[in-house]
């Protein structure tokens, strides 16, 4: 009796299998490519650097293991203990001074009676712009006698060093950062603000409510799951910031500027400790691992609301 139970439970999970694959085979199918584009270039390097931050890395003499050493040298660093409070520095200016910006320009864009097309390309034109041209023309404008020296002298100021002075290098940098991404933040508000029923609206205008009425009680409300999710990606997207630091600063002055991720290249591509860097990597990627489940966590609650 037994027997048969057993034979007759392995056919019925054979025809399960048998079906699964005639409902899901083809597709599975197509997609192998993305899973060996995948495994190549996304989780073979994440393994090898976990691998690499036990190792003492030497392309000529072999590597050797090394244990919890690289870990340990990471935490006794003075340099790289102020390269994570210049990121937390950088990550704290990132929200008070850019996190706002795409979400008021996006209201101001949504309250335009004409024109809202047009402003849409204005707002994102930034984005498309190569980053090379941007860096050089924000190192013009951050000159000692460039533009931006000259406006602060029409209002009687002193002349400001944007990149040389250290209590103005990361504030610099963050006001150029976000012109030149808001764009894409500011896209986002808007579909959320498309998508609020215009009847809302239209029965505010009707009892007489205002512009800033209609945007404290309206507006905001229905759209506050995007400011949630934005905050959480721009934690995560400035915290591997470096680009603009080295284009601009060169992470100075006196490493006023100098960055988490900027100093991971320093030391695999300037230092050519590979093994120090890897397991630098390892720690940004626990970090960064723990604020995309939140965020993901974030996401099905509000999905949910």
């Not at 602060?152 to 963050?174: C, E, N, P, R, Y």
């Not at 609020?196 to 009425?213: H, N, R, T």
Request: some cysteine; charged content about 10%.
């Amino acid at each position: 009796m037994r027997q048969q139970n057993n034979a007759r439970t392995s056919r019925s999970t054979v025809s399960s299998w048998r079906r699964a694959l005639q409902e899901y085979g083809w597709g599975l199918i197509f997609l192998l490519p993305a899973i060996a584009v995948f495994c190549v270039f996304l989780w073979t390097p994440i393994a090898k650097g976990i691998f690499y931050s036990f190792m003492n890395v030497d392309f000529v003499r072999g590597n050797s293991f090394v244990g919890l050493a690289n870990y340990r040298e990471i935490f006794a660093s003075s340099v790289l203990a102020k390269s994570v409070l210049n990121t937390l520095y950088y990550m704290l200016l990132c929200v008070l001074i850019g996190f706002w910006v795409p979400s008021i320009v996006s209201i101001a864009i949504s309250e335009l009676r004409w024109f809202k097309g047009t402003m849409r390309l204005v707002v994102y034109l930034p984005n498309i712009v190569p980053a090379v041209v941007l860096y050089g023309m924000w190192q013009w404008l951050y000159d000692p006698l460039g533009p931006a020296n000259q406006i602060v002298s029409w209002f009687g100021g002193h002349q400001i060093m944007w990149l040389t002075d250290k209590s103005m290098a990361m504030i610099s940098i963050v006001i150029a950062e976000t012109w030149q991404s808001f764009g894409t933040a500011a896209l986002i508000y808007l579909a959320g603000i498309v998508s609020i029923p215009k009847d809302l609206y239209e029965a505010a205008e009707m009892d007489g409510a205002g512009v800033m009425q209609r945007i404290r009680y309206i507006t905001i409300p229905s759209i506050r799951h995007l400011y949630v999710l934005l905050f959480i990606l721009q934690l995560i997207g400035t915290s591997q910031g470096f680009l603009t630091h080295m284009a601009l600063t060169g992470g100075g002055p006196n490493n006023t500027t100098l960055t988490y991720m900027y100093q991971i290249i320093n030391e695999a591509f300037t230092n050519l400790n590979y093994g120090r860097a890897s397991a630098m990597g390892v720690l940004m990627f626990i970090v960064l691992a723990t604020l995309s489940i939140v965020m993901y966590s974030i996401q099905g609650r509000s999905k949910q609301a």
